[in-house]
């Protein structure tokens, strides 16, 4: 039990934390969140709200999930923290084994590190410095229109959504930006791409397969990309699948690659990752990547390291929630919630108020017939409806999307459904 | 238990984890840790090795410390993860306020990030944009000579230590280096910087205060420093103290900053935050930094944002860091290693194979009189003899430091001195 305090928790904040992606003289009050069990989340009066964007992707089993408490909780009892420049651990090691046996054909070598934006800056990093290492010169990154992959330097660079660059646009690595394939464009691009992949100045091509997460959900052709991808391999450019968002289990596959025919050099991981626990990421990569940097010199190694890297604690979060992932109780609840996505679009997609909708896997996105701005009044009014709902849905200017975590039931969902459908009569 | 396996951890290590900093045909094997407690590591038949870096200076209380556990364990039952853009949580705001508390005068907000590397980015960008949102074009920062501040691209671009960023340069920030200030130098130096702030285009300063942690625990002059940093402020140029090694104790004050008049605008701070047992990171700032983005206009906030930005957990783990940082008891084993190090400081600087040595707080660097490669076949003859020694020290070139965690009994820091003496013997 805490003391009382004069000052509200939101006071208290508002006074001392800056917050991420906030512009505080709009939006000056954070909401203070007490408690998470399950597919829930509670405030400090006790009311719930459906968690239905599963805290960014990250507590797919769902917050606080037992299995998962109670194996980190054996392992900081045995050892929290040790440099891994030199030492390994058994977390570390387990989780290698366990990521590759999950990852995409292909996949050899386990980079740790400790968020999607370090994961997307070291798989750049391999990108340019493994042609480098073999004596090609290749500055230039390819990357898609309105892709998001992070918020460093690096990861700012291959990302395409000016809300988050604007002021940084000058400081940039060499990018050239390609629009995402569909069906009917994707060899009008393949000729253009031609073209330009001959010069061989191109290291590498990262991209978001299938769903663009932070350009609100967008979606595009898997044949389109596995074109694109081969045509990327033709001409000895890696490829970085940035799976931070669509990874473990989302698409209703592992990965959103192993719904291709190509598969990726390098995947970048995170949020799910470590079940929403603690951070973590992972750079992983082909045999044939590795081995450009394998060498008796020395600076032909990646001599990239953060200092709680494969962090104890992080493993053994990641593999119990490898094992929840890998369990049939949750492929049961990944199919369930499909099927539900499928059929509240059915009821949903010809309403007036509504110009489109889209789904892959437990992902849904809907796009309101009405233009408004990413972070404006309208898209605030529709956050705030759902929360008085009692559902957390984070809406991207007109898109609204949910991408619950697996372990919701099936009220919980309904509410969610309910409340999209319900804000659609108040707009 | 585990269940036996065919193959021993070193083995399977080696087959899927690359390791940070590593060349791995030069290094092919990483050493298995089982557990550690307090000072020591254990590997895997028990045998112990005094921790006298504390895993990169981040297990300052020492390792698993039941408290710090304790607190955590409490934490992850109630609420692991929520998203930190619109929420808030009860640790992340006594945290904030529990740092604002012991840092250096002027320190106002708090900015949570995942580790050393953001913690710089996101003062980077504080700097630029700062400027930029007040229409002034400043694009350009400065940096110390060999200083060292992370491995994403904007860190590395601020970076000086050229090991690490060989194939890179080509794509870094507008950087320019300026020597470390001495008694002797600063002077000159002063003189040679009030020309150059002059054409008004630099944005920002970043430095290490006092040590420069990888360039092997150099240190430079604070009279020198606070000179540099009162110019820096009259030329409105925004200072950035780089804490992430320094702080928390480990110059025998809170943060080094303490040690200087002239009080930083930013500072990062990651490592022993959370006292060793997750990642985190911290950049703090003034209100006037603050201030600068606080606006109607959406545009001018700061839009950075990692996933697990303020981890419950993480957060948890720095307060239960902070109480043991604040109690007599932890400035008692800070005055008592102070002391110990100048005694042993007295038996060895002037032994023939000893250049110099220095001393800040409970950090103890050692340069021998040898020449040799920051990571060559001598550095690694050392590491070897320290292991065998069960003493975990980690030379950089001709460089032997020891930065230990502060419960480390008289005993373990003889064991290392003891180490340390008898390595000379064998050159």
Redesign the interface.
């Known amino acids: 039990m805490?003391p009382p305090t004069r000052h509200t928790?939101?006071d208290?904040?508002s006074k001392?934390?800056?917050?991420?992606?906030?512009?505080?003289?709009?939006?000056p009050h954070?909401?203070?969140?007490?408690?998470?069990e399950g597919a829930l989340?509670f405030d400090e009066d006790g009311k719930s709200y459906v968690d239905a964007?599963a805290?960014?992707?990250?507590?797919m089993y769902g917050?606080?999930h037992p299995y998962i408490?109670e194996q980190?909780?054996q392992q900081?009892?045995?050892?929290?923290?040790?440099?891994?420049?030199?030492?390994?651990?058994?977390p570390?090691?387990d989780l290698?084994?366990a990521l590759?046996d999950i990852l995409p054909f292909g996949q050899?070598?386990?980079?740790?590190?400790?968020?999607?934006?370090?994961a997307v800056?070291i798989g750049?990093?391999m990108a340019?410095?493994y042609h480098?290492?073999r004596g090609e010169k290749r500055?230039v990154l390819l990357a898609f229109e309105n892709g998001f992959h992070?918020?460093?330097?690096?990861?700012m660079?291959v990302s395409g959504l000016s809300?988050?660059n604007?002021?940084?646009e000058?400081?940039f690595?060499?990018v050239e930006r390609i629009p995402v394939p569909q069906e009917d464009t994707v060899d009008t691009l393949i000729g253009r791409l031609e073209e330009r992949l001959a010069k061989k100045d191109v290291a590498g091509f990262i991209y978001e397969p299938l769903v663009q997460g932070a350009a609100a959900m967008k979606m595009h052709s898997a044949t389109g990309l596995d074109k694109l991808l081969a045509l990327m391999r033709t001409h000895g450019v890696l490829t970085i699948a940035d799976e931070v968002m669509t990874g473990f289990g989302k698409t209703a596959a592992y990965f959103a690659s192993d719904h291709l025919q190509t598969k990726p050099d390098i995947i970048c991981l995170?949020?799910a990752l470590t079940a929403?626990?603690?951070?973590?990421a992972v750079t992983s990569?082909s045999q044939q990547v590795?081995d450009a940097?394998?060498?008796?010199?020395?600076?032909?190694?990646?001599?990239?390291?953060?200092?709680?890297?494969?962090?104890p604690?992080?493993c053994t979060a990641a593999l119990a929630g490898i094992k929840l992932l890998r369990s049939e109780e949750t492929w049961g609840q990944i199919r369930r919630i499909e099927t539900a996505h499928r059929r509240f679009d059915d009821t949903i997609r010809s309403h007036q108020k509504v110009r489109s909708t889209r789904q892959c896997g437990v992902i849904y996105a809907l796009d309101l017939d009405i233009d408004m701005?990413r972070?404006g009044n309208l898209r605030d009014r529709l956050?705030r409806y759902f929360m008085e709902q009692g559902v957390?849905l984070?809406p991207l200017g007109n898109t609204i999307y949910a991408l619950p975590p697996y372990c919701i039931s099936e009220a919980q969902l309904q509410k969610v459904y309910d409340s999209i459908a319900s804000v659609l009569e108040t707009l």
């Open positions: 805490n928790l939101k208290r904040d001392y934390v800056w917050h991420p992606l906030t512009q505080h003289k709009l939006h954070a909401m203070p969140i007490a408690r998470a989340l964007i805290s960014w992707y990250t507590c917050h606080c408490l980190v909780g900081m009892q045995r050892l929290d923290q040790v440099v891994f420049s030199g030492f390994t651990h058994q570390a090691v290698a084994e590759i050899q070598k386990v980079f740790y590190s400790d968020n999607g934006s370090t800056e750049i990093k340019l410095q480098a290492n500055p992070g918020d460093t330097f690096g990861a660079s809300v988050y604007g002021p940084f000058a400081y690595l060499q995170s949020k929403g626990l603690v951070p973590m990569c590795y940097f394998y060498s008796d010199e020395l600076a032909k190694g990646l001599f990239h390291g953060h200092t709680y890297t494969a962090n604690l992080a701005e972070y956050y957390f984070r």
